[in-house]
């Protein structure tokens, strides 16, 4: 059984950052071959990928609209996940998710297990 919560989402203006944190509630292990990935969806549009991380080796794997501005990392100890996002802009606004992908594969399809998500909004 897995349960995963988001937290740190919340209004920010343009340029500001935030940190979101995703901690991870599972009987047994966390396989290294799992990864740990950032999703969002804004209002009318489909869920999309935003940032993964391979529980095991930490591989990161980033979008290309938040390369070089968004940095994904894992506490392994204390089983969370956390997602550094500077520089936001308005097109940032969406609900995050935090999802447990079983194959590591950083896409929708892949995961298993879902977060109820945190809302992000930037303002202009």
């Known amino acids: ?60 794997v980033y979008a290309n609209s938040v390369k070089g501005r968004f940095a994904i ?4 100890a204390e089983k969370t996940v956390h997602l550094q996002m500077n520089s936001l802009k308005p097109e940032d606004t969406a609900v995050y998710y935090c999802g447990l992908d079983r194959r590591g594969d950083f896409a929708v399809s892949s995961v298993s297990d879902w977060g109820k998500g945190t ?3 930037v303002s202009s």
């Open 1 to 60: 059984q897995v349960q995963l919560v988001e937290s740190g989402g919340g209004l920010v203006q343009v340029g500001d950052s935030l940190r979101l944190s995703c901690a991870i509630a599972v009987s047994g292990r966390i396989f290294s071959s799992w990864s740990l990935d950032w999703f969002r969806q804004a209002p009318g549009k489909e869920r999309e990928f935003v940032a993964g991380i391979r529980w095991g080796a930490g591989t990161k």
């Open 73 to 76: 990392s894992r506490d392994t």
């Open 119 to 121: 809302l992000v909004t």
